[in-house]
């Protein structure tokens, strides 16, 4: 294991929040199972979805302020100073833009898993699934909740972000009903 990957699962741990990027989301039962870890339902206190905070480093907004003031007396390199501050500050705001979104897992430990989703609808219909299967729902369905291909899917059925149902049933013979 190399060095910079412990240092950051330490400093990924001590914070409280784990941001995870998993393939698929697997509930069956009574647990929750991510690509490389898993949850116990009952663990899980809080489900929400929003964006990632966008932080500016304070340290840039410093300079920045510093700079506008250094304008008053020595224009140029406070004309500078501003530019350069203000270039890295719409930088990390760009670069904030473009996170998507998290499904915000807090569990009665306290610990917060991050699930990162691309698509807001997405990532809202997940949890509705999850808190079904929390309130007993799905207790005796396998669902399996692919993050990538962004569809859902319940047993046989393909849940689609529109809300729609697919039924992916297959069906032989020469009666063609299926029974729900």
Request: negative net charge.
């Amino acid at each position: 294991m190399k060095i910079a990957d412990i240092i950051g699962k330490l400093s990924a741990n001590s914070s409280g929040n784990n941001k995870i990027d998993p393939t698929k989301i697997s509930v069956e039962k009574n647990v929750i199972a991510l690509d490389d870890r898993t949850l116990q339902i009952s663990n899980v206190s809080q489900i929400f979805v929003a964006e990632p905070d966008s932080k500016i480093p304070w340290l840039a907004a410093l300079l920045f302020i510093v700079s506008v003031v250094w304008f008053s007396n020595h224009h140029f390199s406070g004309i500078l100073g501003m530019i350069v501050t203000g270039f890295y500050i719409f930088l990390v705001i760009m670069s904030n833009l473009n996170k998507g979104y998290y499904m915000y897992v807090n569990l009665n430990s306290g610990f917060t898993y991050l699930i990162h989703c691309e698509n807001k609808e997405f990532a809202e219909k997940a949890r509705e699934v999850i808190e079904s299967c929390i309130n007993n729902v799905h207790r005796k369905e396998k669902v399996v909740i692919n993050m990538k291909q962004e569809n859902i899917q319940i047993d046989n059925r393909v849940v689609n972000v529109d809300q729609s149902i697919n039924d992916s049933t297959v069906v032989s013979g020469d009666n063609n009903e299926v029974e729900k």
